[in-house]
Nanobody
Framework: QVQLVESGGGLVQPGGSLRLSCAAS????????IDWYRQTPGKERGLVAG???????TYADSVKERFTISRDRTKNTVYLQMSSLKPEDTAVYYC???????????WGQGTQVTVSS
């Protein structure tokens, strides 16, 4: 089994920063397969940041140059550093892992990020 635990969400003013953490445990084949999604009420969950198969970071256009995804293999933890936050970044952020075989999707419990003055 796989467990993903997010932390680091909260309330921040526009222009501020937050760092989210996703601590993974269990049968993780590759930490590169852990990515971040976000969801707002009434909308589908959308990919925010992840890694390519080669291990390079990849981002949604809306967060490029503001968000940075990184990983610590020794801690099996993936981070999402969010800077220059905007009100439209307000969402519940989820950590996600897809196992290669059998192909299963695992989700964390989510962490709320609210950007408001």
């Amino acid at each position: 089994q796989v467990q993903l635990v997010e932390s680091g969400g909260g309330l921040v003013q526009p222009g501020g920063s937050l760092r989210l953490s996703c601590a993974a445990s269990g049968r993780i084949f590759s930490i590169n397969a852990i990515d971040w999604y976000r969801q707002t009420p009434g909308k589908e969950r959308g990919l925010v940041a992840g890694f390519t198969s080669g291990g390079s970071p990849t981002y949604a256009d809306s967060v490029k140059e503001r968000f940075t995804i990184s990983r610590d293999r020794t801690k099996n933890t993936v981070y999402l550093q969010m800077s220059s936050l905007k009100p439209e970044d307000t969402a519940v952020y989820y950590c996600h892992y897809r196992s290669p075989w059998p192909r299963n999707d695992y989700w964390g419990q989510g962490t709320q990020v609210t950007v408001s003055s």
